[in-house]
Structures are given as C-alpha cells and as structure tokens.
C-alpha cells in the first residue's frame, strides 16, 4: 500500500507539471528531439526567464533532465524523459490467466465482450452467466458477424461451472455484479445497458461499440505487449 501510495503521488506531481499550457507545450517540443533553453524559447514565442521558471518545474517533476553539450560546454541541452510520461498509465493488471465476462444470461454482452477480447488480443477468454439462456440472442449474432467475431449461438454457460481461481472476472451488467458471491466477485465491473431490453439493432450496435472502447482500454492494463 506504501509503494502504492508513493506512485500515485509521484504521479500526481507530473500531472500537476503538466497542468500548465506553457509547460505542456515544453514537453511536446521535445517529444521529437532535444533543445536548449533558447531554442525553446525562440520556438515557443516565450520569454528566456519564463522558460527558466517552467523547465525548473518540469526538471523537479522528472519530466525534464538538462546534459552538456559535448561541443560548445556552456551550452545545454533539455531532453524528456519519457518513462515518466509513461508511468502516467494506469498501473498494470498483474497474476491475471484467462479473461471471463460475467453478465446474467450469458446471451449478449458477455459473449460479445469474450469475443471482442479474442479479437482484440488473441488472448484466452470466456463468458457466461448467472442465469444462462438457452442460446446467445440472434441480434448478438448478427452484431458480431457484421464486425467478424466469432459466436457460437449455443455456446452459454454458468458462471460456477467456468470461473477458475487465476481468472480476472469482468462483470458487464449490474446484476451480475451486485447479485455475485464473495467467492465470485467481479474485479471489474462494466455498467454496460442490456441491449436485449430495447431489443433493436441500433441498442446491440451500441453495446458492441461501448464494450469494444472498454476492451481497448483493459488490454494494455493486462497484457505486457499490447501498446497502450
């Protein structure tokens, strides 16, 4: 919790370094390439003095590190570091196996989520349901063919029969994760609306797209390899 506590304040530190557009402005200059203090002065309109003020900030932040010139010895040079931009991510997922999505019926959301993650990953993912239907929805079906998934229209399970111990379980309704057990409880709850309610094209369009965005963003955070 310690260590835990220090990366958020660490984090903290360079969002509030950032939080300035002068200074963001400084870090964009030099994503590409490093500079010296009057070159970025020179390229950002700005006043030496107040390009001083904002690289003492970003420097103290550890965004910002000055080196000598190898020629000219008087002269800097300003470079980023961009590890601490890096660790402005969300920290990663660790001890995470298979991927299962978790909703009541195991007929929509939750197999388009699993399905989705293949997708996306090629990593190893379930779904299934607290109270499975006797196959996935046709509307689901359609939605994933039209995006190339792969569904299996009787393919619906319950959860106590595919949760294992090492599974980052997902819930992507409200049910399931307020009507789960402790010993079943979601790590991850998507408040996603059940698109079999409304029961039209346009409302499985838009769970398909919102659990696509979701996807996206848990990937980097479980595996090493995925770009964030």
């Known amino acids: 919790m310690e260590a835990e506590l220090s ?29 010296s203090p009057g070159e970025i002065a020179s390229r950002l309109d700005m006043p030496t003095n107040l390009v001083a003020h904002h690289v003492k900030v970003l420097t103290r932040a550890g965004l910002v590190v000055k080196v000598r010139s190898e020629g000219d010895r008087r002269r800097t040079y300003l470079q980023l570091r961009p590890e601490t931009l890096a660790a402005l991510a969300t920290p990663r997922l660790t001890g995470v196996g298979r991927v299962v ?17 293949r997708h996306r990953t090629r990593g190893a993912a379930a779904s299934a349901g607290t109270q499975p239907a006797a196959r996935v929805h046709p509307r689901a079906v359609a939605v994933a063919h039209r ?3 792969d569904l299996d229209p009787g393919g619906t399970a319950h959860v106590a029969d595919v949760v294992r111990g090492d599974d980052l379980v997902v819930a992507v309704c409200d049910n399931a994760h307020e009507g789960l057990s402790h010993q079943l409880r979601p790590r991850l709850h998507w408040s996603v609306p059940d698109p079999a309610r409304v029961d039209t094209d346009a409302a499985f369009e838009s769970a398909y797209a919102d659990l696509a965005d979701r996807v996206a963003r848990l990937a980097p955070a479980v595996l090493p390899g995925d770009p964030r």
């Open 7 to 35: 990366s958020l304040a660490a984090r903290a530190r360079t969002h509030a370094a950032l939080g300035d557009p002068a200074r963001l402005a400084i870090v964009d200059a030099l994503t590409l390439g490093d500079a």
């Open 101 to 117: 999505f978790v909703c009541t019926h195991n007929s929509a959301r939750s197999q388009l989520a699993a399905a989705l993650w």
């Open 147 to 149: 995006h190339q998934l």
